[in-house]
């Protein structure tokens, strides 16, 4: 897989990271077995972002941003009609797919992919295009755009070659889509969203660690855009052993956050200098957090620290009750004492019974 598809698919550790490329994506899921998900769901993206969305229980495509918007009725009548189409064929060859591998009477949620599209270098003007199949996950067959064939990666996969490869107006076609059409629309959607597209984010950078024996994470959230590199440096090396990387995940408010944990001993770290480094594209800035005790947040001792103060608090409530008890108890007594004594000055003053 060459580094197109890896920066469209965010799968790509890239040392260095270009404002330049951006990418027009499109991906169709077809689903079976026994889940929540609609049956089919169909994504637009562009550099990363979904601009529009479909899926098999609403049956219309909708705008997912302000700026796609701009595109008139027809071509949201027009996506709408292609989704319900690719929704018919991708059903009709999972089912097949099933049957190759002899899961057709499987409960078990299995999926078929589709994803295409163009990704563009707007200082250089190289482009390159892509489409291909997956099934659970994993490389099913792809679209050889020069010799207008399909290439399966697996022998189940020859089936969905044969139907494809019969219908060459649509091999055509598709060459066409992902040559032409596809970045003309990356440069058209380029133009209407650049104001919030374009822009650049920095991130907000923290060391996490549950206890002292967990993995310290570096969380890297709120940058733009999702094109970026985060890693974990030792003495100024990267570090790839006892690292794991997660996702990059967007946020509600469309920024976006990733983090990479870090396994280590505190005596490795005190005694080396261990970073956790962030480039975010179009941001010649790295932003840097060292690690250091100072700079991890954590929960160590919360607990004990809550107990601490519960039982102080609770002490000082006692203390606080049995003051009032007292004060309480003093001032009954106070007042037995009056009626007591009131009582006697009664008594004694009062004229005997005949």
């Not at 563009?120 to 064939?149: N, P």
């Not at 399909?150 to 091999?171: C, E, G, H, R, T």
């Amino acid at each position: 897989m060459n580094v197109f598809i890896l920066l469209i698919l965010g799968t790509g550790h890239l040392h260095t990271l270009s404002a330049a490329f951006h990418s027009l994506k499109h991906t169709c899921t077809a689903v079976s077995g026994d889940t929540h998900l609609p049956e089919f769901t169909a994504l637009g993206l562009l550099d990363n972002v979904q601009f529009a969305y479909f899926d098999s229980h609403a049956k219309i495509a909708i705008p997912k941003t302000e700026w796609i918007k701009k595109e008139g009725s027809y071509y949201w009548d027009s996506l709408t009609q292609i989704a319900i189409d690719a929704h018919q064929r991708l059903k009709f060859y999972l089912q097949r797919t099933k049957d190759v591998f002899n899961q057709s009477m499987s409960t078990g949620v299995h999926t078929l992919q589709l994803m295409g599209g163009c990704v563009w270098d707007d200082e250089t003007g190289v482009t390159e295009e892509y489409m291909q199949l997956g099934f659970d996950g994993e490389d099913f067959i792809s679209f050889d755009l020069e010799k207008l064939t399909w290439i399966p990666s697996k022998p189940q996969a020859v089936f969905i070659k044969n139907l494809l490869d019969n219908n060459k107006a649509d091999n055509k076609y598709w060459k066409h889509y992902l040559t032409q059409e596809c970045i003309d629309s990356l440069k058209n959607f380029l133009d209407y969203g650049k104001s919030s597209l374009m822009r650049t984010v920095p991130p907000s950078v923290s060391l996490l660690q549950k206890t002292p024996s967990s993995p310290v994470t570096c969380h890297a959230t709120g940058f733009y855009p999702s094109k970026v590199i985060v890693i974990w440096e030792k003495d100024g090396e990267e570090q790839h052993e006892d690292v794991e990387m997660e996702d990059t995940l967007q946020n509600v408010d469309g920024t976006f956050q990733k983090r990479i944990h870090l396994t280590v001993t505190p005596e490795e770290w005190k005694n080396n200098k261990y970073q956790c480094v962030v480039k975010v594209s179009g941001i010649k800035e790295d932003f840097i957090k060292v690690l250091t005790e100072d700079q991890i947040q954590t929960n160590w001792g919360v607990n004990d620290q809550t107990s601490t103060i519960i039982g102080v608090v609770v002490t000082l409530l006692a203390i606080v009750a049995a003051v009032i008890g007292v004060v309480i108890w003093k001032k009954k007594q106070e007042s037995f004492l009056v009626a007591s004594d009131g009582a006697s000055k009664s008594s004694n003053n009062s004229t005997p019974v005949e």
